[in-house]
């Protein structure tokens, strides 16, 4: 036992850390879109970080809960209540069996994460639970939750080490105008050096045209290539940003496709993709270069920073 899915909200979606090893055969890691806020929630609810939550666009869902078990809700602030009270975000809440948990319009931000204590009990494909809707892998049927979906607890639990200590301030994402750090390559060589520096210098806006595959960047004045935006096709990261002959920007997110046969002119460094995330279409988003070791270094002090918020609340394995 464990959750029914009254009202789906837009987009909601099982993910866990994500797919790897299988994107030579085209099949993308998937994965959270904010990687951070996903593992705060997970953290907060007691499991090690890479376990399934749900990832809420939008607007959330309305769930009926079969079993007692104890959540936490990061992210975009998505008004979370049960039975209709309100409960904190960024906090481990006890629901129990019976109860309602519901959620509004996302509000400073695009995405929120729920985090059950144990893991969500779907079927393991390719080493992962992740949907990948454009593959119809992972999750529940490899789709969105519909209403009337049920979805059962690995291991739910009504009390936790340090419960009292399972909440911290939430996170404050950008507002109308972000700035994301970019590690030039690998093909920054099919550009002159001019249309290099205007990259960084003009901003560019968030369009409509933006999912969990890609979120696509509009400039008023387009990069010129050298030649044009096409290469023979290689790799493509979470955070690549691929710049097609029209000279229009698209940076790669969760579900991207595994390669690729645009320029690209660089990648956004990991610590700044929860920004991109959470980001609304008509944001503007100005870039900064940095190099490969800034950019690891500031990966590997996240890193540490979660491994700390482990340590203190006595993390189960």
Wanted: charged share 20%.
């Amino acid at each position: 036992m464990g959750i029914i899915v009254e009202n789906p909200g837009i987009q909601t979606t099982v993910q866990d850390e994500g797919r790897f090893g299988y994107q030579q055969f085209g099949v993308s890691p998937a994965g959270p879109m904010d990687t951070q806020s996903f593992y705060i929630a997970n953290i907060l609810a007691g499991n090690r970080r890479g376990e399934s939550a749900l990832e809420i666009t939008f607007m959330g869902p309305e769930l009926k809960f079969e079993k007692d078990n104890i959540i936490a809700v990061t992210g975009a602030n998505v008004s979370p209540s049960v039975n209709g009270e309100a409960i904190p975000m960024y906090q481990a809440v006890l629901v129990h069996a019976g109860d309602t948990l519901s959620f509004g319009v996302a509000s400073g931000g695009s995405r929120a994460y729920i985090a059950f204590s144990g893991g969500l009990d779907v079927p393991v494909v390719m080493g992962s639970k992740a949907t990948l809707m454009r593959n119809k892998l992972g999750g529940v049927e490899g789709r969105k939750l519909e209403k009337g979906d049920r979805i059962g607890f690995c291991c739910p639990r009504t009390t936790l080490p340090n419960m009292e200590m399972r909440r911290m301030e939430p996170e404050v994402f950008p507002q109308g105008d972000i700035t994301l750090r970019v590690v030039t390559g690998p093909q920054d060589s099919a550009f002159t050096e001019e249309e290099v520096r205007k990259f960084f210098w003009y901003s560019a806006v968030i369009t409509n045209e933006s999912d969990r595959m890609g979120i696509r960047l509009e400039r008023e004045e387009p990069l010129k290539h050298i030649k044009d935006g096409n290469i023979l096709t290689d790799g493509v990261a979470f955070g690549s940003i691929q710049v097609p002959t029209n000279g229009q920007v698209i940076i790669m997110m969760a579900d991207r496709q595994t390669t690729g046969g645009y320029t690209k002119i660089g990648t956004v460094i990991s610590v700044d993709l929860p920004k991109l995330a959470q980001a609304q279409p008509g944001y503007k988003v100005h870039f900064v270069r940095v190099g490969i070791q800034l950019a690891q270094e500031l990966y590997l002090r996240n890193k540490k920073k979660l491994q700390n918020l482990e340590k203190k609340l006595g993390q189960r394995s």
